[in-house]
């Protein structure tokens, strides 16, 4: 069966390579087709590359060539890709993707385009590189309700927070050896802001709950502002700080979902997810805790499921697997600053032993944290569950203190 | 849609109970066909069960009512529910099952009778009661040439050798509690004995390597023998004993296949696994090492996963998944004596000090264990690596020296 990559970066080169090394055998183990790569659109050139006749510039090519039954798109970005992969959709082309940006704005459209012209859109490869979560969340785990979904879903942030918690090093110098060793791109907004894992969690949203979420509407926290003071008091609450990826369903039937640091304990399955890992732990009415955990990102492991979904494209060509949700509904999900929760604070203050009997009248049972070099000017604590608006008003009466940090603690 | 399932006891309950608490909703999601049990047969009589109209003794009509599309098979054991099953699918219905047995001596079998009848034999739920990995092995690393695979299998021995680790319980003594909480049997051979585990290695191994692998060939110690001095040594080499389950493709395309204790490293993903809870680490050549971790049994986790195939075969009723392996080549097992691996061995002795430089003289370097409370008679230490049938050639020439634990070291 012929193929065409559309984008030949680091993933769509690595589809490339996986399918030239292997095409016919692994899918001659349960099929007689085999894969051949036929086409690569790229707008660049690539000079001596080994697959010098397949590089085509012109979209068209792949339309209309009738023996391209799957496109794979790893161009990245909403635009072109979301008017080729339609176009190729409606021209009747299975297509598989591993563009997060791309499923996480526009895969409702997609997949009902996807549903009028018989083909699937396929997107494993999207959410936490090779390790399988799409199809075991929507296939595996069907008899389930979800209840909820915590994930460390980018690995160049869990990296960094992992340099920072075992080799105490600030962030900026985590971020640089990140970039040395190509884990974070030269502009790493889209990571350490955690917009990255926010379209990740979009995503896997939508599987569990039914409804697309669109990351615009999604309250999103990065890193940055991640200081070593706060790793060695989480450290003392026998804790590790983790970037979360959390949807969770409410008692109301509304929505909390939130990317942002987190209070992680040793406990949580999730606390020991180190380096470029990433892990989901998917909680079920039935099942209970299941995780998912592997490389996150990365050519091969990435490619790896992109080939998986086209194998799967290959061996069911005409049928259609059924996946979809309805549209978003705005009004489900929850303003995250109601929803109460657990606090991590740290406050400077002028004055500790005076605001001390102050915070415990503010807050009721406080946590108090301690950590070696802090200064008596420095307290750190953690709440019980108040919503974060009662956390800031609360905050606001103490006079003489500045807020340095304000983490949730995460429920998994 | 109307299913049948034939063997109600706790996972065939746990599917009644799920379907009939939301066989329309679930399905609904992304289908119009609902789900609602027409049959349930069972030799017992349940007096007073609300699905009382339901039940039936005569497989006859189950066979006979074409309005049955999906058969749940949940009796246990190999016979009769072998014959059902393949009458079952005989007559056009797809069976889904959460019986190891059958699935471990007669997969083959059924797959290509499924095959012949174009209709799905499914089997989600006989490895790791509700954790996806059937699927996401076979569908989602499809891509992937596996390595190795190696697993906590079963939830009952690895609740006991927890407590025997955190709790300094004797086997014995765990068992006991594990019995009292229901986690383990009257007659707990199967699982102590590592009888189950070897059945879901082989149906792992089945689908990562593509050739039936028979229990009977598979060589399967379970931790009846381990001592907490075992416990103690190990974790004074920051490692825990596991049972774990290996399936490892060799250099030489043999297949290294083993159900026995194993001292896992702390490093590794399956050291932290505790309880009842079970987990699959699979070493893929593209995508790395991934763990699927979650409950490995229990009523509704494992109904849920028996419950998720037969949404799929109702979501695709008119399509066969495509998925099988080849019949057992008995060749390709190797045996596993003549494989070399790192081994933790514990000896009694007459004299320590004289039998130390024999042992250095026997292994080369040697890894000398500790543990509080040990005599000078018991020495205790890690090999490099070698097979078992050298190191017992080897110990055999050491005079007064008693053999009292040989536990192979994991390579995960």
Known sequence: MNIAVMGYGTVGSGVVEIINKRGTKIVGKSSPCELSVKYILDLRDFPGDPNAGKFTKDFNKILNDESIKVVVETMGGVNPAFDFTSSA??????????????????????????????????????????????????????????????????GTTNFILTKMISDNMSFEAALKIAQENGYAEKDPTADVEGHDACRKICILAALGFGNHVYPKNVHCEGITKI????????????????????AEKLEDGKLYIIVSPAVVKLSSQLSSVNDVFNAVLVDGDEVGEVVFYGKG????????????????????????????????????????????????????????????????????????LARSGAGTHEIAFITEKFTETDIRNKLSTLKGSDLKSLIRVANC
Chains 1, 2 share one sequence.
């Open 227 to 246: 200081m070593l003071e706060d790793v060695a008091y989480a450290s003392s609450y026998d804790s590790v700080i983790k970037l979360i990826g959390t």
């Open 297 to 368: 990102a990365g050519k091969l492991p990435t490619a790896s499921a992109v080939v998986a979904d086209v194998i799967d494209c290959a061996n069911h060509q005409d049928t259609r697997r059924l996946i979809g949700w309805e549209n978003e509904n705005p009004d489900i999900i929850a303003d995250y600053k109601t929803i109460p929760n657990q606090y991590y604070i740290r406050l400077m203050v002028e004055d500790y032993t005076a605001v001390l009997p102050k915070l415990k009248n503010l807050f009721g049972n406080i946590h108090l």
């Open 89 to 154: 959709l409606k021209a009747g082309k299975h297509v598989v993707t591993s563009n997060k940006e791309l499923v996480a704005e526009k895969g409702l459209e997609l997949l009902s385009i996807a549903k009028e012209n018989n083909v699937n859109f396929l997107f494993e490869a999207s959410v936490g590189g090779g390790i399988p979560i799409i199809r075991p969340l929507s296939v595996c785990l069907a008899a389930n309700e979800v209840k909820s979904i915590n994930g460390i879903l980018n």
